[in-house]
């Protein structure tokens, strides 16, 4: 059907009887086609090169932009830097002849293009967000002035720079001071502003701000569920501009409204595709099992919220429209990435609950997947090694610690990616590497004084305080030759100790003040002995970790026994025990 509907407008603009205007049209039709529906990239940019020759001959400055538009896209598939180029001068026409809307569009489609590319923190990408946000401010257009903020805060919040926190909340704060003017508020860019906001609670790892935040979004979406302006089928953002009277040559038209739509007022249309409403309860879902992992008493509580978003995003009944194939195609590829993210966040939990059946499970689903190059591709193999350890293949996932993808150099910085995220989980590779050392079956002693070596300028002053209490874990618990002094492991302890209560981090704690009592209380007699053992037991078990309760249990039933304690000794002896079998069984899962 589509050959056939090609066939026809290529016989069509081929008979040379056509007007002007509708040869340009059919130009445009024709190749919008072929990019939508085809590969055929290169006779698509024939046909639109066609059509603008058309346009600048007889004046259609409406299709003469659109045809443009729709070239710079098609250009950048195959030569993004000749599109950057081509670009600039089409931003540079537009100014000229005064042209607003066709500049936001461009320099919209220039911001698109810097994500792509990977480098939408750097200058050039910044620079053109702000003069999107100058011209915004001198036409009081407020909705479009918060949109290039939320632009530019997401680009800063995906950087691994020191002062990222502060550009991100100085995106926020310009966004927030229009929030009592009604012409600054759309659906969209209200949930949009807020999840920004939550996002960078999480990366700051300030999970009591989060949980605040969540609670403010969760209410917002509540609020918005019903709103008729912001339909369940559709995930169209427009962007109110102000009208220009102009006795020239329309510059926005019918043939225009796939980028620039018409308004019955004072306003026409900037057309973008934004968070549908599905999309941001899905998101509600994913960052309320974040805060559930520090919040809930329930254990896997999280996994049960990331499940339904999970549903959620694979409702093949939820829809966002009718839409063309290419756009269809990368909202589906979306829906699936952040799906896959959910998977991998339910397969981390149940690792730290010792659920080994139900992580081989998450890496099954996400094993059917084609995971693109990127994070996820990292996240997804970093789930595998922890499955690989966790049921005491050492071997193996030394193996996929080893990995070229969690290869970084001096600075911190994957050698294949430049997130911040590759970066962390670089980082505990190397962490698991060196535990795994520690098993005489792997021992390396030179290996492992490398290796922390290399970590020490990237742990001890990481932005993340997780990083530094994983990296203070493993020093404060690893044998080395020669032994580090007593006052550097209780450094150490004491460091990983107060992070992990300023995180509220069960696991960490629990991890924590069991490796405190095995380094600072072995056969030791006496009451703080004793409570060390208690707490790190209490901990272990609130941590539902199989592995670190029975550890626990088993040195505090040496506590108990050296305190003359034989019966409850005997009793916490057997619990351990149990745990051990138990812990050992949910290993055999291949």
């Known amino acids: 059907m589509v050959a056939t509907g090609l066939g026809c407008l290529e016989v069509a603009m081929n008979s040379n009887k056509l007007w002007p205007r509708l040869e340009a049209r059919l130009c445009l039709r024709y190749a919008s086609v072929l990019i939508e529906e085809t590969t055929n990239i290169m006779e698509a940019e024939?046909?639109?090169?066609r059509g603008i020759l058309v346009c600048e001959k007889h004046r259609f400055i409406d299709l003469k932009y659109c045809s443009?538009?729709?070239l710079m896209k098609t250009l950048f598939q195959r030569n993004p830097k000749a599109a950057f180029k081509s670009l600039d001068a089409h931003i540079m026409d537009a100014t000229m002849y005064k042209?607003?809307?066709?500049?936001y569009a461009f320099r919209f489609l220039k911001a698109a293009f810097h994500i792509q590319s990977g480098t939408a923190a750097d200058h050039h990408a910044l620079e053109n967000l702000r003069r999107m946000a100058s011209i915004a401010t001198t036409r009081d257009e407020k909705a479009m002035f918060v949109m290039v903020m939320l632009l530019e805060g997401l680009s800063h919040l995906n950087t691994m720079k020191d002062d990222w926190i502060n550009r991100v909340q100085n995106c926020i704060a310009q966004a927030q001071k229009l929030q009592f003017d009604d012409a600054a508020h759309l659906p969209q860019l209200d949930v949009l502003l807020l999840l920004l906001d939550l996002a960078c609670s999480f990366r700051q790892k300030s999970h009591r701000d989060a949980a605040q935040k969540l609670s403010v979004f969760q209410s917002k979406l509540e609020e918005l569920r019903n709103l008729p302006s912001w339909s369940s089928v559709s995930d169209e953002l427009l962007l109110p501009i102000r009208r220009v009277v102009n006795d020239a040559a329309p510059t926005l038209s019918r043939d225009t409204e796939a980028v620039l739509r018409r308004g019955d007022g004072a306003f026409d249309y900037l057309v973008l595709s934004a968070l549908g409403k599905q999309e941001s309860f899905a998101m509600a879902y994913i960052f309320n099992g974040i805060v559930a992992l520090y919040k809930s008493t329930t254990l896997g509580r999280s996994s049960t919220i990331w499940t339904e978003a999970v549903r959620l995003l694979e409702d093949k009944n939820s829809g966002s429209g009718l839409k063309p194939l290419p756009d269809a195609l990368a909202h589906a590829q979306w829906a699936k990435g952040v799906s896959n993210y959910a998977q991998v966040l339910i397969g981390l939990q149940a690792a730290t609950l010792s659920d080994w059946r139900k992580v081989k499970t998450c890496l099954d689903a996400l094993g059917t997947a084609q995971q693109p190059e990127g994070f996820l591709n990292v996240l997804t193999l970093y789930l595998t090694g922890v499955f690989k350890q966790g049921i005491a293949k050492l071997g193996e996932a030394l193996a996929i610690w080893k990995d070229p993808r969690f290869a970084m150099d001096r600075n911190g910085v994957p050698q294949n990616n430049t997130s911040h995220i590759a970066s962390e989980l670089c980082i505990l590779a190397a962490l698991n590497r060196i535990w795994?050392?520690?098993?005489?079956a792997h021992d390396n002693d030179e290996e492992t004084a490398q290796l922390l070596d290399f970590l020490r300028p990237l742990c001890e002053d990481n932005p993340d305080l997780d990083i530094r209490i994983a990296y203070n874990l493993v020093l404060a618990s690893i044998t080395l030759d020669p032994p580090l002094p007593i006052n550097q492991i209780k450094q150490h302890m004491k460091l990983s100790l107060n992070g992990a209560q300023n995180t509220s981090n069960t696991h960490f704690l629990s991890i924590a003040l069991n490796i405190m009592r095995n380094k600072l209380?072995?056969?030791v007699v006496g009451e703080q002995a004793l409570?060390?053992?208690?707490?790190?037991?209490?901990?272990a078990r609130k941590s539902g970790n199989l592995l670190w309760m029975s550890v626990a249990e088993g040195m505090l039933a040496q506590s108990l026994e050296q305190q003359g304690l034989k019966e409850e000794a005997e009793k916490t002896r057997e619990d351990g025990?149990?745990?051990?079998n138990e812990a050992h069984l949910r290993t055999q899962v291949e």
């Open 46 to 49: 024939t046909a639109l090169t």
């Open 577 to 580: 025990i149990r745990l051990a």
């Open 436 to 440: 795994i050392m520690q098993s005489p």
């Open 99 to 103: 042209h607003a809307p066709w500049v």
């Open 68 to 70: 443009q538009f729709l």
């Open 531 to 539: 409570k060390s053992a208690r707490a790190g037991t209490a901990q």
């Open 521 to 523: 209380f072995e056969n």
